[in-house]
């Protein structure tokens, strides 16, 4: 197929801009449970090379997906009802199109900017909803580097340089200094940025850089050997910038503080809090020691030791866990303790003292049966649980009987 060809069937190919066009159906089937058709040329853009399709409407039928026909390379659009008519008029949602235009254009500025700057390759390119990235052939990659590289891509930006979009032959090809080899055969399709970039590519694509917007790289991670940046472009920069902007001038006034001085203001507010948290423990270990005092004075005598037997309808399992552990510090106790209510699951803490011989574990094993579960653990401390928190007394009876 020649690039001729290619260019009247597609027409984003020859005008990304072009929101409306007119075709004939050359084709009907069912895609994925869906009516759908080939039409004889369209603007609309099928999912391909890490870039999302269009979306719009043909004859007044919403078109919700466009995907590219492994078998010959034939445009299908999805639609969400059946179509009327051989001749349709076709609209693109305008908003998502040129979105993905100021994210595709924006990669290939970015990815020849860590290409110049850093020597680093792209390896792989998604352009997501919300938020684009590119994997690149090299980690880690620092703060200040990550700030270079955005400096140079804004660079390029502010220029307001060319953006062409052409099908080379084979000779032009070898003459360009193409930041990666053709990944495709038929007709190569070369995106340039004047004087500084020329890659292969089929996406839609800015008619200056200067549309693009500002590109902001907004976090990156290491995976390997390679480094995934997070990247946005355009109106989606703008959206995070406003949609931050708001937060830190909301937190501020939160705070009584100019928004200059909030990072101090939350250190601040971050070490007030460590320290209460580190007063409230205290004052959380010194009530589990009163209240093991006075569980232990209204214990029960059974099977030659001091039983304290309690349920709680809504403390943690950690803190009973603790309040054990205090108990059974002090000779001749075994704690049977239990945490549930109706509604919700059951936890039990079986403990016993060191100079006693009682098996806690295997204790635990048959009061557990009462609440429809199970646990383990050892002879002298056990934990385990169930679904019925409605029965945890009763799964404490069913223990105190069996010490009898």
Not at 58 to 80: C, K, M, N, P, T
């Amino acid at each position: 197929m020649s690039a001729e060809t290619v260019v009247a069937a597609r027409l984003y190919y020859a005008d990304a801009y072009r929101r409306e066009f007119d075709a004939r159906v050359i084709e009907r089937l069912t895609w994925d449970g869906r009516p759908a058709v080939v039409l004889e040329r369209t603007a609309f853009y099928p999912t391909s090379g890490g870039q999302p399709n269009d979306t719009g409407v043909l004859a007044g039928v919403r078109v919700v997906d466009v995907v590219e026909r492994e078998a010959d390379g034939a445009v299908v659009h999805v639609l969400a009802s059946e179509l009327p008519g051989d001749v349709v008029h076709g609209e693109i949602d305008w908003a998502r199109r040129f979105d993905h235009m100021q994210q595709h254009t924006g990669q290939h500025i970015l990815s020849q900017a860590f290409t110049i700057a850093l020597e680093a390759d792209t390896v792989g390119f998604h352009l997501g909803t919300e938020m684009s990235t590119i994997d690149l052939s090299r980690a880690p990659l620092s703060g200040e580097q990550l700030d270079q590289v955005e400096e140079l891509a804004n660079e390029v930006v502010f220029s307001d340089k060319p953006v062409d979009a052409r099908f080379v032959d084979r000779k032009e090809l070898g003459t360009l200094p193409l930041r990666k080899p053709p990944q495709v055969t038929g007709p190569i399709r070369i995106v340039e940025v004047a004087g500084f970039d020329w890659s292969p590519c089929g996406g839609t694509h800015c008619q200056r850089t200067g549309e693009v917007g500002m590109i902001k790289v907004v976090r990156a991670e290491r995976r390997g050997a390679e480094t995934r940046v997070y990247f946005l472009c355009g109106g989606r920069a703008l959206n995070d910038y406003r949609r931050k902007n708001r937060l830190v001038l909301d937190l501020a006034a939160r705070f009584s503080v100019g928004d200059w001085e909030l990072a101090d203001a939350v250190e601040r507010l971050s070490e007030e809090a460590r320290a209460y948290r580190k007063q409230a423990r205290a004052l959380q270990e010194q009530l589990l020691d009163y209240e093991a005092v006075a569980l232990i004075a209204s214990a029960e005598m059974l099977a030659g030791a001091r039983v304290v037997r309690r349920a709680y309808p809504d403390r943690s399992v950690d803190e009973i866990r603790h309040l054990a552990q205090r108990l059974t510090a002090e000779p001749g106790i075994i704690a049977l303790l239990g945490q549930g209510s109706a509604g919700e699951k059951a936890q039990l803490v079986f403990a016993r003292s060191a100079d006693l011989t009682h098996d806690m574990n295997a204790l635990l094993r048959v009061a557990c049966q009462a609440i429809g579960g199970g646990g383990g653990g050892r002879p002298n401390f056990a934990q385990g649980g169930g679904p019925d928190g409605a029965r945890v007394e009763e799964a404490l009876n069913v223990a105190w009987q069996k010490l009898k």
